[in-house]
């Protein structure tokens, strides 16, 4: 580490100029017409935020240069969490450490952290100043200070970086209302409803429920603003080049503070045009590329992170290299596909949404989670429904209806907003553990279905943690946190059911999980169990790659991984009753040999076949000699 020290960083900072300032500069013209001003602000806003960046993070930036791989190793486990919510605070947040490294988490996303505006702030992502932290949480340098204390000790940190909007009280918004020109034009902002009702007409809304009109008459400047998500958050005018370079500077700023990764938030929607739906639109691309080539000119040993749901096609889209585009992507297609089997008992979608993702290059990674902090959008992807010969709203409706606990056979408890015509989706609340039933099985004192909920919450990270890609668990899930009804009281979150799977943590609740015979012991040694096997074995590594097995039994996901070295056979079974996978059906696939369960170290025939008692998986590990 110390032979570090003395590097010349400066020479590798000219050298990724070099490499990459004629793309940027194509690309930029391209958007912004051949504005060298504008450009040249935007090098001198590069060019200050090397200076400024800490020799450490300059260090580190060299040496994750020489590892590319760091950022999808199989060691890469991760948790979201909101600081207020899981601590309280950012000095407090360090007494909880101990709690995270006992599961086995070393990547931390931290949900909105920067300053947001009071009452309704859509979970923090209505940002007043990208440059304070939240004062609820603390300042900035205490940010900073949490960082350097989790770098110490080999945690990666990600933190979101909100693209598309700010809140109506930020700066820029204050001065465009005051009148300034300059500041209006960060915006989109419009003397009359003609163009607003233009883009009404194909603009999806994204809240139907809480708004018919992607637009917000200001009562100050009496102009119309954009604002498609709530009526608080002011859309950007990235078609404004002092807009880009205000947010690259921004952007610049965040790294400079320690962080590892940047979530970019509603990427797919910050560049809109009249005549289409403004969703993944080629010059989104354009500003993400931007973005990241000039995060690598300045911070290379860092990664961008994007969520975008929808199809696979559309999500692949955004992945890119080092010097362009994203590295990770959530993996939004498993994650519905996996709530679809579970109420199903059936498979056959989820198998063949996993076969339609295409294979990453390597250094690039999916985000396999079971939940997040959005609710479940029930969005399918049309050619597999096709496929199916599936109707697609009553297919979605059945969806609904099961994980609200109304359809026959349903174990779940949570909250739905139907299928919406304008919206094009439906969406569903509740924590995993609501969800796979546990909330029903306190309900009803059965110990029995609470069993079962914890091995069907274990069923899903189980695939989360060894399919290709990083897993990311959403704080709570790792003990079984339930449903928390309680949002509906407070005035500033009754509209927003997302506040339902977004419980307060419950560290009583986190103390029973050392109690024997706990769901909180079950889940959370079950979580661990399955870190840690992941970590023993290269073979989960993210650049190695899955492949779907058929077993002729719907009920049942298998998947292999081989690294040359190592091979891993998954077997889940997605129902409620005993599912079998005979010997034949494996050695077809090529498993006819001895494997061992790297869960609990039984070594199994295959050519006698596989016996699953219900919601069970099993990863069975061979060496290769």
């Known amino acids: ?48 935020a090397f200076d400024n960046r800490k020799q450490e993070l300059k260090m580190q930036d060299l040496r994750r240069l020489q590892d590319a791989g760091w950022s999808v190793s199989e060691q890469v486990v991760g948790m979201s969490l909101y600081v207020d919510l899981f601590a309280g605070g950012l000095n407090s947040f360090k007494e909880k450490l101990p709690y995270l490294q006992e599961l086995g988490i070393n990547f931390i996303h931290f949900m909105p952290v920067l300053k947001t505006r009071e009452g309704k702030n859509d979970g923090g992502f209505a940002v007043s100043s990208f440059t304070e932290i939240n004062p609820q949480l603390g300042t900035m340098d205490e940010f900073e200070q949490l960082q350097d204390v989790l770098r110490e000790q080999g945690i990666h940190t990600c933190i979101d970086f909100v693209l598309n909007h700010t809140a109506d009280d930020h700066e820029w918004a204050i001065k ?63 078609k404004n080049p002092a807009l880009f370079n205000k947010m690259a500077e921004t952007m610049l700023y965040l790294l400079n503070r320690g962080v590892d990764v940047l979530r970019l938030d509603a990427i797919p929607h910050i560049w809109k045009e009249l005549g289409t739906n403004g969703f993944n639109l080629p010059q989104v691309h354009d500003i993400v590329g931007m973005l990241r080539r000039i995060a690598y ?84 992807e049309e050619e597999l429904l096709q496929r199916l010969a599936i109707d697609k709203v009553p297919f979605v409706g059945m969806h609904t209806d099961f994980y609200v606990g109304q359809a026959s056979g349903s174990f779940a408890r949570g909250e739905a907003k139907p299928f919406s015509e304008k919206a094009k989706e439906a969406k569903t609340s509740g924590t995993a553990a609501s969800l796979c039933g546990l909330e029903k099985a306190v309900e009803c004192k059965d110990a029995e279905q609470a069993e079962t909920a914890c ?44 506040w339902l799977h977004r419980p307060k943590m419950d560290w009583t609740k986190a103390l029973r999980r050392k109690e024997d015979g706990t769901p909180e012991q079950m889940i959370f040694k079950g979580l661990q169990r399955l870190i840690s096997v992941r970590r023993q074995h290269a073979v989960f590594h993210s650049d190695v790659h899955a492949a779907l097995l058929d077993v002729h039994n719907k009920a049942v996901l298998a998947y292999c991984k081989t690294n040359g070295k190592e091979r891993l056979l998954v077997l889940c079974n997605f129902s409620s009753g005993v599912q079998a996978v005979s010997g034949g059906v494996l050695e077809e696939q090529g498993f006819g040999g001895v494997m061992r369960d790297a869960m609990e170290g039984e070594r199994y025939q295959l050519n006698e076949g596989i016996s699953l008692q219900p919601y069970e998986f099993r990863w069975l590990h061979e060496t290769i000699t």
């Not at 295409?358 to 250094?363: D, N």
């Open 455 to 498: 091995k069907r919450m274990l069923l899903l990270y189980s695939i989360a943690l060894s399919y290709e890609g990083i897993p990311m668990i959403y704080s709570g899930d790792e003990i079984g946190m339930l449903n928390d009804y309680s949002y509906a009281s407070n005035p500033d979150m009754a509209d927003d059911s997302r």
């Open 297 to 380: 000119m300045v911070a290379p040993g860092t990664v961008f992170k994007g969520e975008t749901i929808g199809e696979s096609r559309d999500i692949v889209t955004y992945f890119g290299d080092q010097q362009n585009g994203l590295q990770y992507m959530y993996n939004f297609p498993m994650m519905a596909g996996l709530w679809n089997a579970l109420a199903m008992s059936d498979t056959t979608y989820l198998r063949l949404c996993l076969e339609a993702l295409p294979k990453l290059e390597a250094g690039n990674a999916w985000i396999n989670y079971v939940r997040c902090h959005d609710d479940i959008a029930w969005l399918f």
């Open 176 to 238: 465009a209302r005051q009148g300034d020109p300059y500041y209006q034009n960060l915006y989109m902002m419009y003397d009359t409803r003609e163009i607003p009702d233009l883009y009404d007409q194909t603009l999806p809304f994204i809240f139907p429920e809480a708004s018919q009109s992607n637009f917000v008459v200001d009562p100050e400047t009496g102009k119309w603003v954009c604002s498609i998500f709530y009526d608080y958050q002011w859309d950007l005018n990235y």
């Open 1 to 48: 580490m110390d032979d570090w020290k003395e590097v010349n960083t400066l020479a590798p900072y000219r050298n990724r100029m070099e490499d990459n300032l004629d793309a940027l500069r194509k690309t930029y013209f391209s958007l912004y017409g051949e504005r060298s001003s504008d450009f040249e602000d935007l090098l001198k806003t590069i060019h200050l």
